[in-house]
Protein backbone atom coordinates (compact mmCIF):
# COMPACT_ATOMS: atom_id res chain seq x y z
CA UNK A 1 0.00 0.00 0.00
CA UNK A 2 2.53 2.59 1.24
CA UNK A 3 4.46 1.45 -1.98
CA UNK A 4 1.56 2.21 -4.61
CA UNK A 5 0.99 5.70 -2.49
CA UNK A 6 4.75 6.71 -2.60
CA UNK A 7 4.12 5.83 -6.81
CA UNK A 8 1.58 8.06 -7.10
CA UNK A 9 2.58 10.81 -5.21
CA UNK A 10 5.95 11.17 -7.05
CA UNK A 11 5.10 9.85 -10.25
CA UNK A 12 1.70 11.75 -11.58
CA UNK A 13 2.06 9.87 -14.56
CA UNK A 14 2.10 6.83 -13.63
CA UNK A 15 -1.55 6.73 -12.29
CA UNK A 16 -2.57 7.53 -15.97
CA UNK A 17 -0.21 4.60 -17.62
CA UNK A 18 -2.14 2.40 -14.93
CA UNK A 19 -5.40 3.33 -15.73
CA UNK A 20 -4.69 2.42 -19.41
CA UNK A 21 -3.04 -0.41 -18.93
CA UNK A 22 -6.43 -1.54 -16.63
CA UNK A 23 -8.43 -0.44 -19.22
CA UNK A 24 -6.74 -2.34 -22.13
CA UNK A 25 -6.60 -5.35 -19.76
CA UNK A 26 -10.47 -5.33 -19.40
CA UNK A 27 -11.13 -4.51 -23.82
CA UNK A 28 -8.55 -7.79 -23.99
CA UNK A 29 -10.61 -9.86 -21.32
CA UNK A 30 -13.87 -8.94 -23.19
CA UNK A 31 -12.36 -9.89 -26.68
CA UNK A 32 -11.27 -13.51 -25.09
CA UNK A 33 -14.42 -13.72 -23.64
CA UNK A 34 -16.32 -12.69 -26.94
CA UNK A 35 -13.95 -14.98 -28.60
CA UNK A 36 -14.81 -18.02 -26.65
CA UNK A 37 -18.42 -17.96 -26.70
CA UNK A 38 -18.51 -17.87 -30.25
CA UNK A 39 -16.10 -20.84 -30.53
CA UNK A 40 -18.15 -22.15 -28.37
CA UNK A 41 -21.23 -21.58 -30.57
CA UNK A 42 -19.20 -22.59 -33.92
CA UNK A 43 -17.88 -25.59 -32.09
CA UNK A 44 -21.71 -26.33 -31.24
CA UNK A 45 -23.02 -25.63 -35.16
CA UNK A 46 -20.05 -27.98 -36.46
CA UNK A 47 -21.00 -30.94 -34.33
CA UNK A 48 -18.32 -30.69 -32.42
CA UNK A 49 -19.71 -31.29 -28.72
CA UNK A 50 -20.59 -34.09 -27.90
CA UNK A 51 -24.49 -35.23 -27.04
CA UNK A 52 -25.83 -37.72 -24.84
CA UNK A 53 -27.21 -41.40 -26.62
CA UNK A 54 -26.32 -39.81 -30.31
CA UNK A 55 -26.82 -42.82 -32.74
CA UNK A 56 -25.22 -41.04 -36.20
CA UNK A 57 -28.93 -41.05 -37.33
CA UNK A 58 -29.14 -37.35 -37.09
CA UNK A 59 -27.04 -34.50 -37.46
CA UNK A 60 -27.03 -30.68 -36.05
CA UNK A 61 -27.42 -28.11 -38.77
CA UNK A 62 -27.14 -24.30 -38.93
CA UNK A 63 -30.51 -23.20 -40.03
CA UNK A 64 -29.78 -19.75 -40.20
CA UNK A 65 -33.01 -17.70 -38.77
CA UNK A 66 -33.65 -20.92 -36.35
CA UNK A 67 -30.41 -21.72 -34.94
CA UNK A 68 -29.50 -25.41 -35.30
CA UNK A 69 -31.98 -27.99 -36.21
CA UNK A 70 -31.89 -31.59 -36.24
CA UNK A 71 -31.66 -33.07 -39.41
CA UNK A 72 -31.82 -37.25 -40.52
CA UNK A 73 -28.78 -38.81 -41.85
CA UNK A 74 -30.09 -42.31 -42.67
CA UNK A 75 -33.87 -43.11 -43.36
CA UNK A 76 -36.69 -43.15 -41.03
CA UNK A 77 -39.86 -44.88 -40.61
CA UNK A 78 -42.71 -44.19 -38.83
CA UNK A 79 -42.60 -44.39 -34.79
CA UNK A 80 -38.47 -45.09 -34.88
CA UNK A 81 -36.83 -43.76 -32.37
CA UNK A 82 -34.41 -40.62 -33.36
CA UNK A 83 -32.84 -40.66 -29.90
CA UNK A 84 -33.61 -40.34 -26.74
CA UNK A 85 -31.76 -38.63 -23.63
CA UNK A 86 -31.98 -37.42 -19.88
CA UNK A 87 -32.58 -33.99 -19.23
CA UNK A 88 -29.58 -31.68 -17.20
CA UNK A 89 -31.98 -30.92 -14.78
CA UNK A 90 -35.68 -31.45 -14.02
CA UNK A 91 -38.13 -31.21 -11.67
CA UNK A 92 -42.39 -31.95 -10.69
CA UNK A 93 -44.31 -28.91 -10.37
CA UNK A 94 -44.76 -27.64 -6.74
CA UNK A 95 -49.00 -27.82 -7.35
CA UNK A 96 -48.94 -30.99 -8.99
CA UNK A 97 -46.86 -32.54 -6.06
CA UNK A 98 -48.88 -30.88 -3.48
CA UNK A 99 -52.30 -32.38 -4.98
CA UNK A 100 -50.45 -36.05 -4.40
CA UNK A 101 -49.34 -37.22 -8.02
CA UNK A 102 -46.98 -39.19 -6.15
CA UNK A 103 -43.98 -39.16 -8.03
CA UNK A 104 -39.84 -39.81 -7.66
CA UNK A 105 -38.04 -36.96 -6.64
CA UNK A 106 -35.47 -37.18 -8.98
CA UNK A 107 -36.87 -38.78 -12.26
CA UNK A 108 -40.53 -38.35 -12.00
CA UNK A 109 -40.92 -41.76 -12.13
CA UNK A 110 -44.97 -42.64 -10.76
CA UNK A 111 -44.48 -44.33 -7.18
CA UNK A 112 -48.00 -45.51 -7.02
CA UNK A 113 -49.39 -48.74 -8.07
CA UNK A 114 -51.90 -48.72 -10.91
CA UNK A 115 -54.69 -49.34 -8.10
CA UNK A 116 -53.17 -46.39 -6.24
CA UNK A 117 -53.24 -44.49 -8.78
CA UNK A 118 -56.56 -45.04 -10.19
CA UNK A 119 -58.54 -45.07 -6.98
CA UNK A 120 -56.96 -41.72 -6.42
CA UNK A 121 -57.93 -40.48 -9.67
CA UNK A 122 -61.65 -41.50 -9.30
CA UNK A 123 -61.65 -40.66 -5.78
CA UNK A 124 -63.25 -44.37 -5.46
CA UNK A 125 -61.21 -46.10 -2.95
CA UNK A 126 -63.03 -49.45 -4.00
CA UNK A 127 -61.89 -49.93 -7.39
CA UNK A 128 -60.35 -53.09 -8.52
CA UNK A 129 -58.08 -53.25 -11.52
CA UNK A 130 -57.63 -56.27 -13.41
CA UNK A 131 -54.21 -57.74 -14.09
CA UNK A 132 -52.53 -55.82 -10.98
CA UNK A 133 -48.91 -58.24 -12.06
CA UNK A 134 -48.27 -55.83 -15.54
CA UNK A 135 -48.25 -52.49 -12.97
CA UNK A 136 -44.42 -51.38 -13.65
CA UNK A 137 -44.44 -49.68 -10.35
CA UNK A 138 -41.56 -51.36 -7.97
CA UNK A 139 -42.24 -50.99 -4.24
CA UNK A 140 -39.33 -52.81 -3.19
CA UNK A 141 -37.15 -50.65 -5.12
CA UNK A 142 -38.36 -47.42 -3.33
CA UNK A 143 -36.06 -45.35 -1.05
CA UNK A 144 -36.66 -41.93 1.11
CA UNK A 145 -34.69 -39.22 2.30
CA UNK A 146 -33.80 -39.61 6.26
CA UNK A 147 -33.82 -36.06 6.71
CA UNK A 148 -37.20 -34.79 5.19
CA UNK A 149 -38.97 -38.17 3.83
CA UNK A 150 -39.15 -37.52 0.53
CA UNK A 151 -38.88 -40.62 -1.95
CA UNK A 152 -36.92 -42.34 -5.13
CA UNK A 153 -37.59 -44.84 -7.63
CA UNK A 154 -34.87 -46.15 -6.53
CA UNK A 155 -31.48 -45.83 -5.12
CA UNK A 156 -29.81 -44.86 -8.10
CA UNK A 157 -32.25 -41.73 -8.45
CA UNK A 158 -31.56 -41.12 -4.71
CA UNK A 159 -27.43 -41.17 -5.10
CA UNK A 160 -27.81 -38.79 -8.47
CA UNK A 161 -30.23 -36.48 -6.44
CA UNK A 162 -27.63 -36.37 -2.99
CA UNK A 163 -25.13 -35.52 -5.06
CA UNK A 164 -26.73 -33.00 -7.66
CA UNK A 165 -28.86 -31.14 -5.79
CA UNK A 166 -30.66 -32.33 -2.74
CA UNK A 167 -27.71 -32.49 -0.34
CA UNK A 168 -28.03 -28.44 -0.42
CA UNK A 169 -31.64 -28.34 -1.01
CA UNK A 170 -33.03 -31.20 1.72
CA UNK A 171 -35.86 -29.06 3.17
CA UNK A 172 -35.07 -31.52 6.27
CA UNK A 173 -31.74 -29.96 6.34
CA UNK A 174 -33.07 -26.39 4.89
CA UNK A 175 -36.37 -25.61 6.62
CA UNK A 176 -36.70 -22.46 4.67
CA UNK A 177 -36.86 -24.10 1.46
CA UNK A 178 -40.79 -24.97 2.10
CA UNK A 179 -41.57 -21.13 2.53
CA UNK A 180 -39.77 -20.46 -0.79
CA UNK A 181 -41.70 -23.21 -2.16
CA UNK A 182 -45.08 -21.94 -0.98
CA UNK A 183 -44.16 -18.63 -1.73
CA UNK A 184 -44.13 -19.86 -5.38
CA UNK A 185 -47.24 -21.29 -5.33
CA UNK A 186 -48.81 -18.65 -4.36
CA UNK A 187 -47.64 -16.53 -6.88
CA UNK A 188 -47.97 -19.50 -9.96
CA UNK A 189 -51.19 -21.47 -9.50
CA UNK A 190 -52.04 -24.58 -12.13
CA UNK A 191 -51.65 -25.10 -14.95
CA UNK A 192 -48.32 -25.06 -14.12
CA UNK A 193 -45.51 -24.36 -16.97
CA UNK A 194 -42.28 -24.05 -14.26
CA UNK A 195 -41.71 -24.56 -11.07
CA UNK A 196 -38.95 -22.97 -8.47
CA UNK A 197 -38.10 -26.18 -7.51
CA UNK A 198 -36.31 -26.53 -10.90
CA UNK A 199 -35.02 -23.22 -10.51
CA UNK A 200 -33.66 -24.09 -7.25
CA UNK A 201 -31.58 -27.41 -8.62
CA UNK A 202 -29.81 -25.25 -10.99
CA UNK A 203 -28.52 -23.09 -8.53
CA UNK A 204 -27.66 -26.34 -6.31
CA UNK A 205 -26.23 -28.07 -9.07
CA UNK A 206 -23.85 -24.87 -10.22
CA UNK A 207 -22.96 -24.80 -6.11
CA UNK A 208 -22.26 -28.40 -5.77
CA UNK A 209 -20.35 -29.43 -9.47
CA UNK A 210 -17.40 -31.45 -9.92
CA UNK A 211 -16.55 -29.92 -12.89
CA UNK A 212 -18.35 -26.50 -12.29
CA UNK A 213 -17.03 -24.66 -15.54
CA UNK A 214 -18.19 -27.67 -17.73
CA UNK A 215 -21.95 -27.30 -16.06
CA UNK A 216 -22.62 -24.08 -16.63
CA UNK A 217 -20.89 -23.78 -20.20
CA UNK A 218 -24.18 -26.22 -20.84
CA UNK A 219 -26.56 -24.18 -19.67
CA UNK A 220 -25.14 -21.35 -21.24
CA UNK A 221 -25.70 -23.08 -24.61
CA UNK A 222 -29.36 -22.81 -23.86
CA UNK A 223 -29.04 -19.07 -24.02
CA UNK A 224 -30.39 -16.98 -27.29
CA UNK A 225 -29.74 -13.75 -28.37
CA UNK A 226 -29.41 -11.07 -25.53
CA UNK A 227 -32.16 -9.62 -27.92
CA UNK A 228 -34.45 -12.49 -27.42
CA UNK A 229 -34.03 -12.70 -24.11
CA UNK A 230 -35.09 -8.98 -23.57
CA UNK A 231 -37.70 -9.01 -26.19
CA UNK A 232 -39.98 -11.53 -23.08
CA UNK A 233 -40.26 -13.19 -20.58
CA UNK A 234 -42.45 -16.22 -21.28
CA UNK A 235 -43.10 -17.58 -18.03
CA UNK A 236 -43.13 -13.84 -16.16
CA UNK A 237 -43.96 -10.15 -17.35
CA UNK A 238 -45.11 -7.21 -16.51
CA UNK A 239 -44.97 -4.88 -13.76
CA UNK A 240 -46.44 -7.57 -10.96
CA UNK A 241 -44.14 -10.24 -11.82
CA UNK A 242 -41.06 -7.52 -11.71
CA UNK A 243 -42.15 -7.44 -8.38
CA UNK A 244 -42.57 -11.17 -7.99
CA UNK A 245 -39.27 -11.79 -9.49
CA UNK A 246 -37.27 -9.30 -6.59
CA UNK A 247 -39.44 -10.98 -4.19
CA UNK A 248 -38.17 -14.37 -5.21
CA UNK A 249 -34.95 -13.11 -5.54
CA UNK A 250 -34.70 -12.27 -2.46
CA UNK A 251 -36.08 -15.15 -0.91
CA UNK A 252 -33.62 -17.60 -2.56
CA UNK A 253 -30.46 -15.58 -1.50
CA UNK A 254 -31.81 -16.22 1.96
CA UNK A 255 -32.70 -19.41 1.57
CA UNK A 256 -29.56 -21.09 -0.27
CA UNK A 257 -26.21 -20.90 0.61
CA UNK A 258 -24.46 -19.29 -2.21
CA UNK A 259 -20.63 -19.67 -2.98
CA UNK A 260 -20.26 -19.88 -7.14
CA UNK A 261 -23.66 -19.22 -8.32
CA UNK A 262 -23.77 -15.24 -7.64
CA UNK A 263 -24.36 -14.57 -11.32
CA UNK A 264 -27.49 -17.01 -11.32
CA UNK A 265 -29.18 -15.43 -8.36
CA UNK A 266 -28.83 -12.07 -9.22
CA UNK A 267 -32.06 -9.87 -9.92
CA UNK A 268 -30.81 -10.31 -13.52
CA UNK A 269 -29.70 -13.65 -13.57
CA UNK A 270 -32.76 -15.13 -12.25
CA UNK A 271 -34.74 -12.93 -14.64
CA UNK A 272 -32.81 -15.17 -17.18
CA UNK A 273 -33.15 -18.25 -15.70
CA UNK A 274 -37.07 -17.79 -16.17
CA UNK A 275 -36.49 -16.55 -19.50
CA UNK A 276 -34.04 -19.25 -20.66
CA UNK A 277 -36.58 -22.04 -18.91
CA UNK A 278 -39.52 -20.90 -20.79
CA UNK A 279 -37.83 -20.73 -24.20
CA UNK A 280 -36.14 -24.07 -23.74
CA UNK A 281 -37.92 -26.06 -21.08
CA UNK A 282 -39.90 -29.36 -22.11
CA UNK A 283 -42.92 -30.86 -20.56
CA UNK A 284 -42.76 -33.77 -19.11
CA UNK A 285 -45.72 -36.01 -18.13
CA UNK A 286 -45.48 -39.69 -16.83
CA UNK A 287 -48.29 -41.64 -15.39
CA UNK A 288 -48.72 -45.90 -13.55
CA UNK A 289 -51.90 -46.06 -15.45
CA UNK A 290 -51.19 -45.24 -18.97
CA UNK A 291 -48.13 -47.65 -18.82
CA UNK A 292 -50.48 -50.40 -17.10
CA UNK A 293 -52.82 -49.82 -20.42
CA UNK A 294 -50.19 -50.25 -22.67
CA UNK A 295 -49.60 -53.58 -21.30
CA UNK A 296 -52.83 -54.91 -21.25
CA UNK A 297 -53.32 -53.80 -24.42
CA UNK A 298 -50.18 -56.26 -25.57
CA UNK A 299 -51.37 -58.86 -23.31
CA UNK A 300 -53.10 -62.31 -24.94
CA UNK A 301 -56.98 -62.74 -23.86
CA UNK A 302 -59.78 -64.06 -24.59
CA UNK A 303 -62.52 -62.00 -25.97
CA UNK A 304 -64.27 -62.21 -23.10
CA UNK A 305 -61.75 -60.88 -20.57
CA UNK A 306 -60.89 -58.29 -23.46
CA UNK A 307 -64.41 -56.80 -23.68
CA UNK A 308 -64.30 -56.48 -19.95
CA UNK A 309 -61.02 -54.55 -19.38
CA UNK A 310 -61.70 -52.36 -22.20
CA UNK A 311 -64.76 -51.29 -20.47
CA UNK A 312 -62.55 -51.12 -17.35
CA UNK A 313 -60.29 -48.64 -18.90
CA UNK A 314 -63.40 -46.61 -20.28
CA UNK A 315 -64.64 -46.61 -17.05
CA UNK A 316 -62.10 -45.47 -15.11
CA UNK A 317 -60.72 -42.57 -18.45
CA UNK A 318 -64.41 -41.38 -17.74
CA UNK A 319 -64.33 -41.13 -13.90
CA UNK A 320 -61.14 -39.82 -13.77
CA UNK A 321 -61.89 -36.89 -16.03
CA UNK A 322 -65.02 -36.44 -13.88
CA UNK A 323 -62.89 -35.72 -11.21
CA UNK A 324 -59.45 -34.24 -11.98
CA UNK A 325 -60.63 -33.14 -15.49
CA UNK A 326 -57.23 -33.39 -17.90
CA UNK A 327 -55.09 -33.64 -14.83
CA UNK A 328 -54.15 -37.28 -14.94
CA UNK A 329 -49.80 -37.02 -15.27
CA UNK A 330 -47.23 -36.90 -12.71
CA UNK A 331 -46.21 -33.13 -14.20
CA UNK A 332 -42.89 -31.15 -14.24
CA UNK A 333 -40.63 -29.66 -16.82
CA UNK A 334 -36.89 -29.99 -17.52
CA UNK A 335 -33.94 -28.66 -19.89
CA UNK A 336 -32.56 -31.06 -22.07
CA UNK A 337 -29.39 -30.51 -24.04
CA UNK A 338 -30.18 -32.09 -27.81
CA UNK A 339 -34.31 -32.20 -27.51
CA UNK A 340 -33.32 -28.22 -27.46
CA UNK A 341 -32.44 -28.02 -30.99
CA UNK A 342 -35.41 -29.52 -32.15
CA UNK A 343 -36.87 -27.03 -34.37
CA UNK A 344 -41.16 -26.12 -34.49
CA UNK A 345 -43.06 -27.12 -37.49
CA UNK A 346 -46.89 -26.82 -37.92
CA UNK A 347 -46.70 -29.89 -40.09
CA UNK A 348 -44.51 -32.28 -37.77
CA UNK A 349 -42.52 -35.47 -38.74
CA UNK A 350 -41.94 -36.42 -35.40
CA UNK A 351 -43.09 -36.38 -31.43
CA UNK A 352 -42.03 -36.55 -28.00
CA UNK A 353 -42.81 -39.37 -25.59
CA UNK A 354 -41.64 -40.37 -22.62
CA UNK A 355 -42.25 -44.37 -22.71
CA UNK A 356 -40.24 -45.06 -19.65
CA UNK A 357 -42.72 -43.35 -17.74
CA UNK A 358 -39.36 -41.30 -16.13
CA UNK A 359 -37.67 -37.80 -17.11
CA UNK A 360 -36.14 -40.07 -20.09
CA UNK A 361 -37.15 -38.64 -23.40
CA UNK A 362 -37.45 -39.54 -26.82
CA UNK A 363 -37.80 -38.27 -30.10
CA UNK A 364 -39.70 -40.84 -32.47
CA UNK A 365 -40.94 -40.59 -36.44
CA UNK A 366 -44.76 -39.83 -37.09
CA UNK A 367 -43.92 -40.11 -40.34
CA UNK A 368 -41.47 -41.23 -43.13
CA UNK A 369 -37.98 -39.51 -42.62
CA UNK A 370 -35.56 -38.91 -45.77
CA UNK A 371 -31.87 -38.57 -45.25
CA UNK A 372 -31.52 -34.50 -45.08
CA UNK A 373 -34.87 -33.95 -43.90
CA UNK A 374 -35.09 -31.59 -40.99
CA UNK A 375 -36.88 -33.32 -37.43
CA UNK A 376 -39.37 -31.30 -36.52
CA UNK A 377 -41.98 -31.60 -33.47
CA UNK A 378 -44.71 -29.54 -32.92
CA UNK A 379 -44.80 -26.99 -29.90
CA UNK A 380 -48.79 -26.77 -30.20
CA UNK A 381 -50.94 -29.10 -29.20
CA UNK A 382 -53.12 -31.19 -31.89
CA UNK A 383 -56.22 -28.62 -31.46
CA UNK A 384 -53.90 -25.46 -31.90
CA UNK A 385 -52.17 -26.71 -35.53
CA UNK A 386 -56.11 -26.55 -36.97
CA UNK A 387 -56.50 -23.50 -35.92
CA UNK A 388 -55.32 -20.83 -39.11
CA UNK A 389 -51.87 -20.09 -39.53
CA UNK A 390 -52.49 -15.97 -37.86
CA UNK A 391 -53.99 -17.72 -34.61
CA UNK A 392 -50.44 -20.56 -34.48
CA UNK A 393 -48.33 -17.66 -34.97
CA UNK A 394 -50.03 -15.82 -32.26
CA UNK A 395 -49.50 -17.87 -29.53
CA UNK A 396 -45.95 -18.82 -30.76
CA UNK A 397 -44.58 -15.25 -30.91
CA UNK A 398 -46.29 -14.80 -27.37
CA UNK A 399 -44.92 -18.11 -25.87
CA UNK A 400 -41.40 -18.87 -27.98
CA UNK A 401 -41.12 -15.44 -29.48
CA UNK A 402 -41.16 -16.52 -33.26
CA UNK A 403 -43.12 -16.87 -36.47
CA UNK A 404 -43.76 -19.92 -38.11
CA UNK A 405 -42.59 -20.06 -41.81
CA UNK A 406 -42.73 -23.77 -42.27
CA UNK A 407 -44.59 -25.84 -45.67
CA UNK A 408 -47.46 -25.16 -44.25
CA UNK A 409 -47.90 -21.33 -42.71
CA UNK A 410 -46.26 -20.21 -46.44
CA UNK A 411 -49.05 -22.09 -48.55
CA UNK A 412 -51.50 -20.33 -45.88
CA UNK A 413 -49.68 -17.02 -46.16
CA UNK A 414 -52.97 -16.00 -48.50
CA UNK A 415 -54.78 -16.70 -45.96
CA UNK A 416 -56.64 -13.16 -44.20
CA UNK A 417 -55.57 -12.29 -40.80
CA UNK A 418 -57.87 -13.21 -37.84
CA UNK A 419 -59.19 -9.82 -36.58
CA UNK A 420 -59.14 -10.08 -32.60
CA UNK A 421 -63.26 -9.19 -32.92
CA UNK A 422 -63.06 -12.54 -34.69
CA UNK A 423 -60.95 -14.67 -32.24
CA UNK A 424 -63.01 -13.00 -29.54
CA UNK A 425 -66.42 -14.34 -31.50
CA UNK A 426 -65.15 -17.82 -31.54
CA UNK A 427 -63.79 -17.77 -27.74
CA UNK A 428 -67.19 -17.09 -27.21
CA UNK A 429 -68.24 -19.88 -29.02
CA UNK A 430 -66.17 -22.06 -27.44
CA UNK A 431 -67.56 -20.91 -24.05
CA UNK A 432 -71.26 -21.19 -24.65
CA UNK A 433 -70.62 -24.75 -26.38
CA UNK A 434 -69.21 -25.43 -23.05
CA UNK A 435 -71.90 -24.21 -20.43
Given at each position: ?????????????????????????????????????????????????????????????????????????????????????????????????????????????????????????????????????????????????????????????????????????????????????????????????????????????????????????????????????????????????????????????????????????????????????????????????????KFV????????????????????????????????????????????????????NAR???PRS??????????????????????????????????????????????????????????????????????????????
Amino acid sequence: GAACFLLFSYFPKFSSILLKFQLLCSVWEIFILSYYWRACRLNEQNHLKPFPNMTGGFELRETGSKGVGVFAAKPFAENDVIFEETPIVSAQFCWNEAYGYYACHHCLKPMESVEENVRRLTANASVVVPFPELCVTAKSNQVFCESCGVGFCSEGCKTLAEQQYHSLLCPGKLPAMVHLVETWKRMHYPPETTSISLIARIIAMVETAADRESLVQSLMSFSHEATDESSGLCLLQGKDDEDKIKTLQALIQETIPINHAQSFVSEEGLRSLFALIGRNGQGIGTSVFSEWVKFVEKKEMSTEERDSVDSFIDTAYANMNEHVGSFLNCEGSGLYKLQRCVNHSCEPNARINFPRSDHTLVLEATRPIAPGDEICISYLDECMLERSRHTRNKTLKEFYLFECKCDKCIAQSDQPDVTSEEESDEDDDDQDMES
